[in-house]
């Protein structure tokens, strides 16, 4: 039995390329952290938490000067749609977005010391981002005490909790985003 469908070359490389320009441009990014924790877990944010990164648009490759924040309590109205952040390309003018995955924010614990570990998710079109800034905006509590700590990450963190009689602390923190 012949099959009726005809395969034509032109239809099929624009089928191709139109898919694979939807495939290929994904605009999720999730961030990943590393970082060895003693005597800390359930290290999170709030939904007032900056989020400092460097970013590079797509268009140009063009990267940001200098790091940017993206604010789930902070919104720009855009057309019909509400935005984490609108930024234009310096150079050519066009405008990329950024929103954080609602729901995507993830605490990362002590059975992720060590290891990378998915935080947080963001919708990212026209840009990507780079380079994470860790900072301040973080709290961890101790396991058994349950005594909350604000951490600044920007550095390792060491502390004393009264409580237990133990050292906290964060150290080695590394960083790195992939596509989601």
């Not at 239809?11 to 495939?23: E, K, L, N, P």
């Not at 290290?43 to 990267?63: Q, V």
Request: net charge negative.
């Amino acid at each position: 039995a012949q099959s009726r469908i005809q395969h034509n070359p032109l239809t099929h490389s624009f089928t191709h390329s139109f898919a694979h320009c939807f495939i290929s441009t994904m605009p999720l990014f999730t961030l990943y952290l590393k970082m060895d924790l003693e005597n800390l877990t359930d290290i999170t944010t709030g939904p007032d938490m900056r989020w400092y990164m460097k970013l590079k648009f797509s268009h140009s490759g063009e990267e940001t000067d200098k790091e940017i924040y993206v604010c789930a309590l902070e919104e720009t109205q855009h057309g019909k749609n509400s935005f984490h952040l609108v930024i234009k390309d310096p150079l050519n003018r066009r405008e990329a977005t950024v929103n954080i995955v609602k729901d995507s924010m993830k605490p990362y614990t002590e059975d992720d010391s060590g290891r990378w570990a998915p935080v947080i998710t963001f919708d990212c079109r026209g840009i990507e981002p780079v380079e994470f800034i860790p900072g301040m905006g973080f709290t961890g509590k101790h396991p058994k005490s349950g005594t909350e700590f604000e951490l600044d990450l920007s550095d390792d963190y060491a502390e004393f909790d009264d409580e237990s009689n133990e050292p906290v602390g964060v150290y080695d923190i590394h960083s790195k985003f992939d596509r989601a």
